[in-house]
């Protein structure tokens, strides 16, 4: 397997449970650049909230944006993988306007199959109870944003190799 670098900051995106923390890391080994765990950005009064079962505001959720934002920034140029769950056009926007030549990798699925993954993970602080209010929460990428959607049905590894396969599209970032 051939590795592919790339001057892309991409945020892999998606909602609760499709796989960010999963194939961020493979997409970033793929593509010869570091990869940022994006849930180690969230300050702790989120993760207690989320924790908690309580889902975020927009409020709660814009320095934790800003913060990804500023990883991107300083990888501007140079790549990098990020995750984030990036629901809304209005947080793409507030990272783009942080690190313009970011591109979202949005990966996607069945809520039948997302809840299923859901409830066989452990150890992570999301409940499988939030994923209604995720999906309601969803915009997905619209025609004027740079990325690709990848369905997350199948092997980890063939979900990356979908993704770099889709980024190989992607005209080279405007910095």
């Given at each position: ?13 998606g ?5 960010k923390?999963?194939?961020g ?8 650049v570091?990869?940022?765990e ?9 993760i ?5 079962g ?12 800003d ?7 300083g ?8 995750s ?9 926007d ?18 039948e ?8 993970r452990q ?8 994923l ?30 979908r ?13």
């Amino acid at each position: 397997m051939q590795q592919l670098h790339t001057p892309h900051v991409v945020v892999v995106m998606g909602v609760a449970g499709t796989g960010k923390t999963t194939i961020g890391p493979l997409l970033a080994a793929r593509l010869g650049v570091p990869y940022a765990e994006g849930d180690d950005f969230h300050p702790p009064a989120n993760i207690a909230k989320m924790t908690a079962g309580t889902p975020l505001t927009d409020e709660d959720r814009w320095p934790w944006l800003d913060a990804i934002g500023g990883w991107a920034h300083g990888r501007a140029g140079l790549g990098g993988v990020v995750s984030s769950s990036a629901l809304k056009r209005s947080y793409r926007d507030r990272l783009r306007a942080a690190a313009p030549g970011v591109v979202f990798v949005h990966l996607t699925g069945s809520r039948e199959l997302i809840e299923d993954r859901m409830s066989h993970r452990q150890g992570h602080f999301m409940p499988t109870a939030l994923l209604d209010s995720q999906f309601a929460t969803l915009q997905p990428l619209e025609p004027d944003e740079a990325g690709v959607a990848v369905d997350v049905a199948g092997t980890p590894e063939e979900i990356t190799e979908r993704a770099v396969d889709a980024l190989r599209g992607l005209p080279e970032p405007v910095q």
